[in-house]
């Protein structure tokens, strides 16, 4: 028998909800040890070489970075497709994946998210106002303005659900836990495509989970989870104090 596939990665992350979402709707089974990235021991370390989440493991197979991850598991479960079978419409997909994984991650994870969240709870530092104010007022809204040009006005991307829908509507979820929110009456096409892919059942059920553990310190999370059913690890990478990650610039 196939062993369980195992995934590394904490539920409150974008990318780890990418993988997560192509699991359910591909209706894989997977166990998940929910850790912080910048709680990860050593072992962790050896695992993801940036020490960043998601990281799955399928037995002695370990794959890091999440577009490399449902690409894989794309390959390996082909069916249902989450990568149209156009070649055009699969080259526009990864495109939009891509810019989800860099541009709005950029804005809404590392200049919101990161800022708001992970710099206040974590690190107990202070937020930098002007990269907030700034992403904000400036850079969001110009991203905005492309997707409102991209997406559209009723159903998905391309059809059915795709890696695409999947992954912008993933960072605007995670942005939602510092209160962010697409303003619908400049933005209609964007605010309510989010809304319909995170109103999936994926998502859906995810956001059961997500809850649970948002405003839980890190070491407290995995019991949380545990007492509402998680497809929990019988082991974790996880410590009990934070280390800085391996830095990107
Ligand atoms: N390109 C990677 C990026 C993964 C990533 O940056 N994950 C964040 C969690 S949201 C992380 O692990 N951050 C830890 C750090 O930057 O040190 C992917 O697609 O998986």
Redesign the pocket.
Known sequence: MAQRLQVIG?YL????RKVLVCLELKGLDYAIDPIT??YGDEAFARLSP?????VLLDGELVL????VICQYLEDKYPQPALYPADIAQRAQARWLEEYA?TRL?DLL?WRLFYQLAIRRHIFREGTDEAVVRKAREVQIPAALDYLEGVLPAAGYLFGAPSIADISLASYFRTASFVRYAVDAARWPRTAAFVERVLALEPFRKLARYEDAMLRLPPPAQRDALAAIGAPLTAWTHGTATPRR??P?G
Not at 13 to 16: D, E, G, K, L, T
Not at 64 to 67: C, E, G, L, P, V
Request: hydrophobic letters at 30%; glycine letters at 4%; charged letters at 25%.
């Open positions: 904490n992350s974008p990318y780890v990235p910048f940036l020490r960043r989440v998601p890091n970075d999440s577009s994984d991650a994870i990650g391996v990107r």
